[in-house]
């Protein structure tokens, strides 16, 4: 297998992060849009999801929780996802299985994510650019809160 490759649309990224969660026993980490997230919820990642928890794995995830993916979120945390909320990220996404396999990209000025969208994704086997990811991503978490301390507050606010 190539170290890395490019890839240069949403829904071939979501493909490889799919590949990625099929291939993993133990951990995955997780930061995109919540568009994103959307689109990976209809690809099938929600059913491959609870399989990799229901079989011990872990799956934590970063996503700004909305009232228009309250619902999805719901969903995943039911079923064994540790998801946190922060608006802070928006541009970036990264998706990395046990510390081995990656897939990353950063897309300046995208708001809305479709499956054609543009994009610049890198996936790669390197577990040093695995880390790397990771380091980010735990810096990102702990700076989130969870995605049920965030759907109270919306459901406070007068949400679903």
């Given at each position: 297998m190539p170290s890395g490759f490019i890839i240069h649309n949403v829904k071939?990224?979501?493909?490889?992060?799919?590949?990625?969660?099929?291939?993993?026993?133990?951990?995955?980490?997780?930061?995109?849009?919540p568009s994103v997230?959307?689109?990976?919820?209809?690809?099938?990642?929600?059913?491959?999801m609870r399989t990799f928890v229901k079989q011990g794995g872990v799956s934590r995830g970063i996503v700004s929780v909305s009232r228009e993916n309250i619902d999805e979120i719901r969903m995943s945390v039911e079923s064994g996802e540790d998801i946190r909320h922060s608006d802070a990220i928006h541009e970036l996404f990264m998706y990395v299985g046990d510390k081995q396999q990656s897939v990353s990209s950063i897309n300046i000025g995208v708001e809305e994510y479709t499956l054609d969208t543009p994009v610049i994704a890198f996936w790669s086997e390197s577990p040093t650019y695995a880390e790397y990811l990771l380091t980010?991503?735990?810096?990102?978490?702990?700076?989130?809160?969870?995605?049920?301390?965030?759907?109270?507050?919306?459901?406070a606010q007068g949400g679903e």
């Open positions: 071939d990224a979501l493909a490889a992060a799919l590949g990625i969660l099929e291939s993993q026993q133990k951990e995955v980490a997780w930061l995109i849009p997230h959307s689109l990976a919820t209809t690809l099938g990642f929600f059913e491959a980010s991503f735990e810096s990102a978490w702990s700076q989130a809160v969870p995605a049920a301390q965030r759907i109270e507050e919306l459901l």
